[in-house]
């Protein structure tokens, strides 16, 4: 790579091509690892009792989980124009790896029962009569190799790109005793041309594929890996920015089909394969600096899910359960830029969250939700000059500590949302 660069260097542009006008070229890589280590204790309802439909039927369950992942991607882009074409050449290749390991345990019995008339919440749970429903880890390797080029001729943008993934999924079921090896690759691609009309308006339409192998490791005994999922997608919008260039707004319609998607069975309490799912959706969205200080991003989505294709009896044509069908947002930010609390901010945020089907068959279904969030930060910079680039931040999200179901993939299968959380962050850039 040195060699060439240096080659580049040493080579004039009118040798690279007659009609030339610039030519600068750049490597870019990004690294990162993350650790993730969760450990769980908790009750689950199953049923009522037959013979007494006051009484909820329980299992006791313990879950740790620890996930390592790597992604690592180098590329290589070119920027150069012609006496015709600006074009921007993107040519790289990034190599992902994680590491799963799970281990839920659980046990079942009268002594779990609950009377809902009369509830118990301080029942000692014994932790060595659970015995273990999974053990298993998952190792994936993915190699991808990419290749893209903008070209710009006067107010037309095209993009054009193909990426070529190899993925190995290794699965080993201590339990079972059986170890299950997936080997996989496929050819995407994607392609989209603009218009930028000199009033701000710009449309535009693309048509894009893509591939993501699937690591659900729960499924049922002796059944094969589950295959890669597979999506298509066409998208046409509009997006507009303003003659001062402080507002862009942006809507957009789009179809995505997928295939070979898994979905949970809380019945079975494994992940099954649905078969072929449409997505069809409205986006819209507003980001503007209103004034020197003041800025906002609003946004609101429509989700129209369907199952087209399935091996589940009941399921077909029905909508997929944990997507809502209505989403929006609005964030509000102030940043101080003089005086004495010169480069503190602040913001305040709505977030809604429409009403979501709760199983497969649709026969539940999740109620609607408002949560609100905030921030505080300041950048350290304007405390002294060598702690430029600093800067802390504060989020609390769930401000209320709403209590509400975040979704459900079936009856006795529900989960509570996230109470109110704060995160204090410290990021450095230079």
């Known amino acids: 790579i040195f060699k060439a660069l240096r080659a580049f260097r040493l080579i004039s542009p009118p040798a690279l091509g007659e009609g030339l006008r610039r030519f600068s070229l750049k ?14 204790k908790y009750l689950v309802f199953g049923s009522l009792r037959k013979d007494n439909p006051y009484v ?17 991607d180098t590329r290589l882009q070119a920027d150069f124009a012609t006496a015709k074409l600006d074009h921007t050449v993107i040519a790289g290749i990034d190599y992902q790896w994680s590491k799963d390991q799970d281990n839920l345990l659980r046990a079942m019995g009268p002594e779990y029962d609950l009377d809902w008339r009369d509830p ?15 053990d298993q880890r998952q190792k994936r390797d993915q190699i991808g190799l990419y290749l893209q080029d903008q070209l710009q001729w006067k107010n037309w943008i095209l993009l054009a790109g193909l990426r070529q993934d190899w993925a190995q999924v290794r699965t080993h079921d201590f339990l079972a005793k059986s170890y299950d090896q997936q080997d996989d690759h496929k050819l995407t691609g994607r392609v989209g041309i603009l218009y930028s009309f000199d009033n701000g ?11 993501e192998p699937n690591l659900q490791t729960r499924r049922a005994p002796g059944s094969s890996p589950f295959e890669p999922s597979e999506g298509r997608q066409l998208e046409a919008g509009i997006k507009y920015l ?29 992940f099954e394969p649905v078969g072929e799912i449409r997505n069809r959706g409205v986006e819209a969205q507003i980001n503007s600096q209103l004034t020197e200080k003041i800025s906002f991003i609003s946004s609101y989505a429509y989700i129209d899910t369907e199952v087209r294709k399935t091996i ?7 909508e997929l359960p944990r997507v809502p069908k209505h989403m929006a947002s609005l964030w509000g930010q102030y940043d101080e830029t003089s005086g004495l609390f010169n480069g503190a901010k602040t913001g305040i945020g709505v977030r809604y969250v429409g009403v979501s ?18 921030m505080i ?32 993939a079936g009856d006795t299968a529900c989960f509570y949302g996230i109470g109110r959380t704060m995160t204090a962050t410290m990021n450095y850039r230079w």
């Open 27 to 40: 490597i870019v890589q990004n690294a990162r690892y993350s650790h993730i280590n969760q450990k769980y």
């Open 56 to 72: 909820l039927e329980r299992r006791a369950q313990q879950e740790q989980r620890e996930t390592d992942t790597l992604g690592i």
């Open 120 to 134: 118990n919440y301080h029942y000692p749970i014994n932790m060595n009569l659970q015995k273990p429903a999974t």
């Open 201 to 211: 308006i710009s449309p535009y339409i693309s048509y894009s594929t893509s591939f």
């Open 242 to 270: 303003t003659p001062n260039e402080q507002t862009l707004a942006t809507l957009s319609v789009y179809q995505l089909q997928q295939r070979n998607v898994t979905n949970y069975n809380a019945e079975k309490a494994y």
């Open 312 to 318: 589940i009896a009941g399921t077909q044509g029905k």
């Open 357 to 374: 089907q709760g199983d497969t068959k649709n026969t539940v279904s999740v109620p609607a939700v408002t949560l609100y969030d905030a």
């Open 377 to 408: 930060g300041y950048s350290l910079g304007k405390l002294s000059p060598s702690l430029k680039g600093a800067e802390i931040q504060l989020n609390i999200n769930n401000i209320a500590n709403k209590h509400y179901v975040a979704s459900c």
